[in-house]
């Protein structure tokens, strides 16, 4: 494993692994604060989770906004200002919500963060694509995301102990690791922007803002990502429906969903740079279908299934699927749109999060309220085979466009 792990370390280029250390610590920030930022929001001004999904939906919707911006600017000015104006912002936002004192501010607040620090999103995000060739790019956003299972891990850890004194180091915890990213960032990495294409040095902002109709009439491009937003609906149910699914249909305690949780963090850890590895000659979007049927399988095995043991086996399967999807999405993503408008591309590619944020937990919601419970998995179930099926229709239709992109980005 250590052989592997050097090896791996020794094929990617240096700014990559800056980018994933500094990746690591404002990740690590979040990961302290966000699995009690529900907790600290609904204690501090004694509202429900209604009030709650609420905050977040106006995360999500603000964050979308800050995002078609940012990718705009991240092709038109490049990529490391607007990564370190985000964690600025960020770092700032954390500071100010930890003693606003009143909800309607905490609100207005929520909004004008969401916007302006999600601005780096698309940004970071094409930094990785610029960095690689195109046959690293699916094992490096593995990478990534590794990255990111270690931040989930840790953090929840030392947030606990932090909360058990006071949220405010929470707020303050992820306030100074984001601008330790910033630090490293700004001295230790250079800008990955590629050259602009011959005509579009100078092009007015308006018209780099107006090239998003080029990606909303790209129909392979939005066919993926209608695809992906099915996909992606039933997969954020692991963290908003399904712990409450356990609870109250199934009768299991919370650390039953803390050990499943954890059991997919650990594999993701483990398995993700084998697994990627493995797969990455493989077709990409017949490699998204496969992901879907382990995503069909382990979520809707949660509509048949009692006991600790098959929760944790319906995590594993999911977990596969996870695994498969969610590096080559993004890599996918990347390699469908042209190199001079990456930032806007992936801007567009957040709405398969955002969509499913914003309506997901709302649809289960009703679900769970007005229906047998277990329907909420067979829904899920027709989800991914749709998904599925539009990903095999792509498969046919944008291959011979895949196999051109390749060598360009060689």
């Known amino acids: 494993m250590l052989t592997a792990a050097s090896e791996t370390f020794r094929r990617f280029p240096r700014p990559f ?41 106006i995360f999500a919707l603000s964050s979308q906004v800050g995002g078609f911006v940012g990718g705009a600017l991240a092709d038109r000015f490049g990529r490391k200002v607007l990564v370190i104006f985000g964690l600025v912002v960020s770092a700032s936002s954390s500071v100010v919500m930890a003693y606003v004192d009143s909800l309607a501010v905490f609100y207005i607040v929520a909004g004008v963060v969401g916007v302006l620090s999600d601005m780096a999103g698309p940004a ?46 929470l707020f303050w915890s992820d306030a100074v690791t984001s601008i330790i ?33 080029v990606v909303l009439r790209d129909t392979a491009f939005i066919g993926f990502l209608v695809a992906s937003t099915f996909l992606n609906t039933v997969y954020i149910q692991m963290n908003s429906s399904l712990p409450v699914f356990l609870r109250d249909a199934r009768g299991a305690p919370p650390t039953d969903y803390g050990l499943i949780l954890s059991i997919n963090a650990a594999m993701v850890v483990l398995l993700q740079f084998w697994l990627t590895r493995r797969l990455k000659t493989r077709p990409p979007l017949l490699l998204m279908v496969l992901g879907g049927l382990f995503y069909l399988v382990g979520f ?8 600790l043991p098959l929760f944790i086996l319906a995590m594993v399967f999911i977990t596969i699927g996870e695994m498969i999807v969610i590096p080559v999405a993004q ?64 498969h046919g239709r944008a291959k011979a466009r895949l196999a051109a992109a390749a060598p360009e980005a060689a």
Not at 382 to 388: D, K, S
Request: glycine share 12%; aromatic share 14%.
């Open 181 to 213: 990213t910033a630090i490293i960032i700004f001295f230790a990495l250079a800008e990955t922007k590629p050259a602009a294409a011959p005509g579009h040095e100078h092009e007015p902002f308006g018209r780099t803002l107006a090239g998003y109709g």
């Open 331 to 394: 890599s996918l993503a990347a390699q469908l749109a042209p190199e001079d408008m990456r930032g806007r591309y992936m801007a567009v590619f957040a709405l398969a999060w955002t969509i499913p944020w914003a309506v997901g937990p709302i649809l289960a919601g009703l679900v769970l309220d007005n229906y047998n419970p277990n329907s909420l998995w067979l829904w899920g179930m027709l989800f991914c085979a749709i998904a599925m099926a539009g990903y095999l229709t792509l």
């Open 124 to 169: 970071q995000q094409a930094m990785v694509a610029d960095l690689l060739p195109e046959e690293q790019r699916t094992e490096g956003y593995g990478i990534w995301r590794v990255v990111v299972n270690l931040a989930v891990m840790i953090g929840p850890l030392i947030g606990g102990l932090m909360a058990t004194r006071s949220y405010l180091w």
């Open 300 to 307: 809707g095995m949660y509509a048949f299934v009692y006991g």
């Open 17 to 57: 692994w800056i980018l994933m250390g500094s990746s690591f610590i404002d990740r690590l920030g979040g990961a302290i604060l966000f699995p009690f930022f529900a907790l600290y929001v609904s204690a501090r001004f004694d509202v429900g989770m209604t009030v709650v999904g609420g905050l977040f939906a």
